[in-house]
């Protein structure tokens, strides 16, 4: 299965931005929890050494096969995903007002992770079984858009309104790219205007507030708003240089809510600067660029879509987070990359990057 | 080639176009972000640095003011009075010893006691820890003048529930206390912090969204010795709004001295809208024990009580309606054609019924009763009778038809259903089939019936407007604190039940009778320049218990017969007989609410008080 050729093949400085991504990340986790020693189990930065390992075996199982395989189980594992969301809003265990994880046997994951990649293998299995030659239409797009709809709406019950929105994104992103008509472009984007109120009646109040509290965070300095100014304040004190190594004061004094998940580039920007906030924000934008190319490079419609979906997936994921740490998004709780602390965060990261090697390695032998 | 191919085919024209779009579009998105950095750590860098260089953010609350619960004339039930709270921020503090021993020396406080509340949150050195709540303002005094040798002391004002008249319908206002860490997780609260003061009981809590209001906060910049530099912005708290309720505090007031340590409970409704003017649960507990934090001594105390002060009784104390229940058995009787209003029964004091006997509580028997005298006198035998003729089926379904054996409705927690037997209920239950002789038991109130005080309140009301079921409510209209209207409620009712309006009257006439006539149970009830109506009730005490084996009594009654305007239930618990125990806070009640004189203890006709004292309990 494995032949030489395709090791010549491997995109060798995907991987390694990944690897730098992962070390700065942990080594920033120990900064972000240093205060936390002495909790319960392994420390924060350790259990995610953990996670990484098992991740990269996941990626490294994932090489050995051609890709192409994943075509049959593209389906079955959408529906899979779609009965673990099921099962996270029946037996979820609820952290912090929200149900989001499973726990089998004491690991504890998060589905809505997982439904990142299954949702984008069905959307490739989708597009490549229903080759079109014209832009696509309303008619050639509603099922699609149902299947991204379903887990988008489970993920908003839990809730989850940041995964949920980057389902959205991910996917018109990719429907943007394979061509839509212009009359369908407008009529859609009318349409996510209007239906903007509706939306709006359906999000809870806390979702509404942090939305609000974004346009406006000066009102709210108690609440919401608290998460955005005190990551400013963190992120603006790095100054140039930063303040060194587990010197941030923002973060060692825990002025930063949720320092080590969703706010883990706050603490790096503290410590490290504008120089240490610059060098992840090239590796991020290097890391998309990457993807993408393989996209661009891949031979068949379904790597494509594959490609462009994980690519979308980082280059949101990455924009978001880190939009909302420099308080340019509103907060709605997605992970950065390899950079916030999560098991299932960096498995489905690491498995992205697994399929998107295997797609590179096997584009100059199309015949099996 | 492979069947995969797709580029080899028709590859759009503009595909890499595409591309060259999204990579333009992906640079210039992470400039913008690179630009965003640029100006927060470059161009404001310095800004910023100084406001974390002197960890300057302090963020007080300003709690909100609590809402007022008042009465329906307007007479204040709960309001609230300032309260001075001392917090300590650790990361303020410069020096620890001096600190404890000021605060020792200021407040009259252990060392230890101060060293326990500082260790407790030793988590986020920001968040304020409370040390003392509700100091004096001789403390307040001191504090003030050596404030300078603490930094880090901080004095937040909150409100404090205050109970002007001492505790009133403990059970129905309800009490505050500490948010839980339970409840803080629920996200049915996302306004609260640890620490914040909630209802957690009665109206307090039904309607804490109302009451509560919105919390504010004053955004402080302290400098690194951590005094205040200059206060960056403030938010206003929002005052809750107020409760107008539809309690009688005079009522409440006659109710509670009556039954002072007496458990038992009473409901006073008014049968044409359902309004609740009284609702007390004796043993009370005292709500202001709430406002300071309870010892977990204190608690464990206050829960050991035998007597469970926390039981609201009205609304969650089941009972067997005793002969209070008749009423239902009559009206069946009547609707479902088993007997006319003059149908004759003879009672010798006991009824042979299977293997069995069932006596009448009056051992030389009532003779030749029709359905006046059966409800007046109370005559079991007769019920039994009509309990024979109906069945436990149809009775069961007049029951229900009045409300029995399900809530109210009342928006109050936590209240129970009682039950009401059915055959089918009993195979359910016990797996066997239904004793016709159980339904002897269940026309008199006794065998597996429970209501609670609340219902039975209903169904009086039920009788006394001519069969209008109402959902019994408790408040009236919500007020902002400026006495705007906001939201009024109006009567609900559930139900007219389908039942000819003269056997209403018939019954009326006879609970009349029950209260007025010579022989009736319920004279101890008797007004002057009244004529109310009423019925004893006497629940008999299956398992008699550690407390004394004492039956609970029951007195339902409504006044005036014509036009009513209350309606009531009354349980004194191991009370004994209804017309002994029960009739007399009935009086007192009605004597209040129609501003007659106080009855003094003048008996009234002879006979009918000894009647009264003598109904006992059926020992079937």
């Known amino acids: ?368 | 080639m492979s069947r995969y191919t797709f580029f080899e085919k028709e590859e759009p024209a503009d595909l890499p176009r595409q591309f060259f779009i999204a990579l333009c579009l992906i640079i210039a998105v992470f400039f913008g972000l690179a630009g965003r950095l640029w100006y927060l750590q470059i161009a404001k860098g310095p800004y910023f640095k100084k406001l974390s260089e002197n960890n300057r953010i302090r963020i007080l609350s300003i709690p909100p003011a609590r809402g007022i619960i008042f009465d329906r004339k307007g007479i204040r039930l709960v309001n609230s009075r300032p309260s001075f709270n001392l917090y300590v921020i650790p990361d303020d503090v410069k020096n620890w010893e001096v600190l404890k021993e000021q605060l020792c020396k200021l407040l009259d406080l252990e060392q230890e006691q101060v060293e326990q509340r500082l260790a407790q949150k030793k988590m986020n050195p920001i968040h304020p820890i409370p040390i003392k709540l509700d100091i004096t303002e001789d403390e307040l005094g001191r504090l003030e003048s050596f404030k300078y040798l603490m930094p880090g002391v901080y004095i937040e004002v909150s409100p404090q529930r205050n109970y002007p008249l001492g505790p009133v319908a403990p059970h129905v206002i309800g009490y505050q206390g500490e948010i839980t860490p339970k409840q803080l997780k629920s996200g049915q609260y996302p306004e609260n912090k640890m620490g914040d003061f909630i209802g957690q009981w009665g109206l307090e809590k039904e309607w804490q969204q109302v009451l509560g209001g919105k919390k504010g906060g004053r955004f402080l910049e302290v400098d690194a010795t951590g005094q205040e530099v200059q206060l960056l912005s403030v938010q206003e708290p929002l005052s809750g709004n107020n409760l107008e309720t539809s309690l009688d505090w005079d009522i409440q007031k006659v109710i509670q001295e009556a039954m002072k340590g007496k458990p038992g409970a009473a409901v006073v409704l008014k049968p044409d809208t359902g309004e609740v003017l009284a609702m007390y649960s004796s043993p009370a507990f005292d709500p202001s024990s709430f406002t300071r934090k309870l010892s977990t001594m204190e608690w464990n105390a206050l829960f050991a009580d035998p007597y469970k002060p926390f039981q609201n009784r009205a609304i969650q104390g089941q009972y067997p309606p005793g002969s209070t229940y008749k009423m239902v058995t009559a009206l069946a009787g009547l609707e479902e054609k088993v007997i006319t209003p003059e149908t004759p029964f003879y009672c010798n004091g006991a009824l042979p019924f299977g293997k069995r006997v069932f006596h009448c509580w009056r051992k030389g028997g009532h003779g030749s009763v029709n359905l006046h005298k059966a409800i007046v006198q109370s005559c079991d035998v007769y019920f039994y009778n009509v309990g024979i003729r109906l069945g436990v089926d149809r009775l069961a379904r007049y029951a229900h038809m009045l409300g029995l054996g399900e809530p109210t409705g009342i928006s109050l927690y936590p209240e129970k259903g009682g039950l009401i037997p059915t055959a089918l209920w009993k195979l359910g239950r016990y797996k066997t089939a239904w004793q016709p002789g159980e339904t002897l038991s269940l026309a008199i109130g006794q065998g597996y019936n429970l209501t609670t005080p609340l219902q039975m309140a209903s169904i009086t009301a039920t009788i006394a407007n001519g069969g209008k079921v109402f959902r019994p409510y408790l408040v009236k209209r919500i007020v902002s604190p400026e006495g705007r209207l906001i939201k009024a409620f109006v009567p609900q009712q559930v139900r007219q039940i389908p039942v000819n309006p003269e056997h209403l009257r018939l019954i009326r006439q006879a609970m009349a009778g029950v209260i007025n006539e010579p022989g009736g149970t319920g004279g101890a009830a008797r007004l002057v320049g009244l004529v109310a109506a009423g019925k004893t009730g006497t629940a008999q005490v299956v398992a008699l218990g550690k407390r004394g084996g004492r039956d609970h009594a029951w007195f339902v009654a409504f006044a005036p017969l014509e036009s009513p305007q209350l309606a009531m239930a009354i349980l004194m618990e191991h009370g004994g007989h209804g017309g002994e125990a029960a009739a007399p806070v009935a009086r007192k009640v009605l004597e209040a609410y129609f501003h007659l004189p106080p009855r003094v203890a003048s008996p009234p006709a002879p006979q009918a008080q000894s009647e009264a004292l003598v109904e006992e309990k059926n020992l079937d």
């Open chain 1, 1 to 368: 299965m494995i032949d030489r050729r395709f090791l010549q093949n491997v995109d060798w400085p995907l991987l390694s931005l990944v690897l730098i991504l992962i070390a700065i990340g942990v080594a920033n986790l120990y900064s972000a929890t240093f205060q936390d020693a002495g909790g319960t189990g392994a420390p924060f930065y350790q259990k995610q050494l953990y996670w990484a390992g098992f991740g990269f075996f996941l990626l490294l199982v994932i090489l050995f096969f051609d890709y192409h395989l994943l075509l049959s189980v593209a389906y079955p594992l959408y529906w899979i995903s779609i009965l673990l969301l099921i099962g996270v809003l029946i037996f979820g265990r609820s952290i912090s007002g929200s149900q989001r994880w499973l726990t089998v046997a004491s690991f504890s994951f998060q589905p809505s992770e997982l439904v990142k990649i299954s949702l984008i293998l069905a959307l490739a299995k989708f597009f490549f079984n229903n080759e079109i030659n014209h832009r696509y239409r309303f008619g050639d797009l509603y099922l699609p858009f149902g299947m991204v709809l379903l887990p988008a709406l489970l993920i908003l019950r839990q809730p989850d309104l940041g995964t949920a929105l980057l389902l959205l994104l991910l996917s018109i992103t990719v429907f943007l790219f394979l061509g839509v008509e212009w009359k369908t472009l407008f009529i859609s984007i009318g349409g996510v205007v209007l239906s903007l109120p509706l939306f709006w009646y359906f999000l809870r109040d806390y979702q509404k507030k942090r939305i609000l509290i974004f346009l406006q965070p000066e009102s709210d300095p108690l609440g919401a708003g608290y998460h955005i100014i005190q990551s400013k304040i963190a992120v603006g004190s790095g100054g140039f240089w930063g303040r060194g190594f587990l010197k941030g004061t923002q973060g060692q004094l825990r002025f930063l809510p949720e320092q080590h998940t969703d706010f883990a580039l706050s603490v790096l920007a503290e410590e490290w600067g504008f120089v240490g906030s610059m060098v992840v924000v090239t590796l991020f934008l290097l890391l998309v660029l990457q993807a993408l190319n393989v996209a661009r490079q891949s031979k068949d419609r379904f790597a494509m879509v594959l490609a462009l979906g994980i690519s979308a997936i980082f280059f949101w994921q990455s924009l978001i987070n880190m939009g909302m740490v420099v308080g340019l998004v509103p907060v709605v709780g997605v992970p950065l990359p390899f950079i916030s602390y999560g098991g299932s965060s960096i498995i489905a990261s690491l498995i992205g990057i697994g399929i998107l090697l295997n797609i590179n390695m096997r584009r100059f032998i199309i015949q099996s």
